[in-house]
């Protein structure tokens, strides 16, 4: 009975979602519906067999995330503000933050009227830094990781539970810390 509640449900969210953005799903993929906030004109675009259980929030309208074939996204949050791509094959664990941007502007008067812009339902972007996030195919994110704006996973990299990054990832290289640094290469017989 919970697994046609959830489906019922599901099916409710995505008729929703797909009233204020564009939603493209790839086959055989399970997505938590409920857990995705579209904004006007942006778009979610999911390959097939992919387990995405994350909360997806569009901050504002025009934005895209584009999560390729075969990924796992744990329990997480992708909070987007311009622009978020995952490759194929990825693997993003629980309680993982993605973010492209800076949510608030950094100097004071520009952000004093933030809270009571949020409460009219209203939120000025003009003066908020964002760079897209991309993270390439077999990237394996372990739990706990925070992923700033402009940030590139390279192919096949490790990025450690806990860690922040803050800056590029180059491909299949372990990265560890706060901030996140280089801990080794992965040699191409571990590949």
Same mark, same amino acid.
């Given at each position: ?61 025009? %934005?895209? +995330?584009?999560? #390729?074939?075969? =990924?796992?996204? &744990? /329990? ?9 791509? @995952? ?63 402009? %940030?590139? +996973?390279?192919? #096949?990299?490790? =990025?450690?539970? &806990? /860690? ?9 290289? @372990? ?17």
């Amino acid at each position: 009975m919970k697994k046609i509640i959830v489906f019922f449900l599901n099916r409710v969210a995505s008729k929703r979602l797909a009233k204020s953005g564009t939603l493209i799903c790839g086959n055989d993929s399970k997505i938590e519906f409920r857990k995705i906030k579209f904004s006007n004109h942006s778009t979610l675009e999911i390959g097939n067999e992919c387990c995405i259980d994350a909360a997806i929030t569009f901050e504002r309208p025009n %934005v895209n +995330i584009k999560i #390729g074939n075969r =990924v796992f996204i &744990g /329990s997480s949050s992708l909070i987007s503000a311009s622009n978020i791509a @995952i490759g194929d094959d990825v693997l993003i664990s629980w309680g993982c933050s993605i973010v492209d941007h800076n949510s608030h502007a950094i100097n004071w008067s520009l952000r004093k009227n933030d809270v009571l812009a949020w409460r009219q339902g209203k939120k000025d972007w003009t003066h908020v830094q964002s760079k897209p996030i991309k993270i390439q195919h077999k990237a394996w994110i372990g739990f706990n990781v925070i992923i700033l704006k402009g %940030v590139t +996973i390279g192919e #096949g990299a490790i =990025v450690g539970a &806990g /860690s922040v990054v803050t800056t590029d990832v180059a491909p299949y290289t @372990i990265v560890a810390g706060n901030p996140a640094r280089l801990i080794r290469e992965i040699p191409a017989d571990e590949r």
